[in-house]
Each structure stands twice: as C-alpha cells, then as structure tokens.
C-alpha cells in the first residue's frame, strides 16, 4: 500500500500551491502512529503482536528491491522512531535492565513477552 501512495503522489499535481496533497510520508506516519497509539506500554498481547507486524511489514518494505530511495528514507525514519519508543517503554519498566538477544536477525523467532 505505502507504493501505491508513492506511486499516487508521482501523478497528482495540486491545482495551487496551497493545495494538500496525501503524501506517502503523511501515510506512513498516520500508520505508525495509529498502531502505535499511546506508545509500547499496553498490557495487551494483541497490541504486541500488531506492533511486531507493524515493524516487520517496515522492515520488509525498507529491504524489497526497487524501493524509491524518498521511501526508504521515511521508512527508516519511522524504524528508528519505534526503536527510540521502545527503549523509552523498557528504559519506564525497568531502568536497570539490558535488552537480551533471544534469536539472530531474520533467522530464528523468539516469543515477546512484554516489558
């Protein structure tokens, strides 16, 4: 979908330029911000599993071939905004705690469970 809103943005020419048109950066911001709500601390396993999908559809797009660099760049942006909430949510819950690597990047699953 964030393509198509690319795409989409390519072929719209506003009528004046105080005309607002839907950007994919404006996409992808009301996307992240949507799922992510109020931030990572929510008690709710459904909420977590939404946010590990939101991070790996990011991921996944950020890595797919023919990706305009624009996207990229966006994309990344909001990778790195999650992982500045989550280390602020795990930073609330338990100062003193270090993140565990608990499988290798892409390769093995591990089961979150919360903060």
Not at 41 to 56: Q, T
């Amino acid at each position: 979908r964030v393509l198509q809103v690319y795409r989409a943005e390519q072929f719209q020419i506003p009528k004046d330029a105080s005309s607002m048109m839907f950007r994919c950066s404006d996409y992808l911001t009301e996307l992240v911000s949507g799922v992510l709500g109020k931030g990572l601390d929510v008690m709710a396993p459904s909420e977590w599993h939404l946010h590990k999908s939101l991070v790996g559809g990011l991921k996944e797009l950020y890595s797919s071939e023919g990706l305009p660099e624009e996207v990229a760049s966006h994309v990344m942006f909001h990778l790195e905004h999650i992982l500045q909430v989550a280390d602020a949510a795990h930073q609330r819950v338990s100062p003193a705690a270090t993140w565990q690597v608990c499988a290798k990047e892409g390769r093995d699953l591990c089961s979150c469970k919360g903060l």
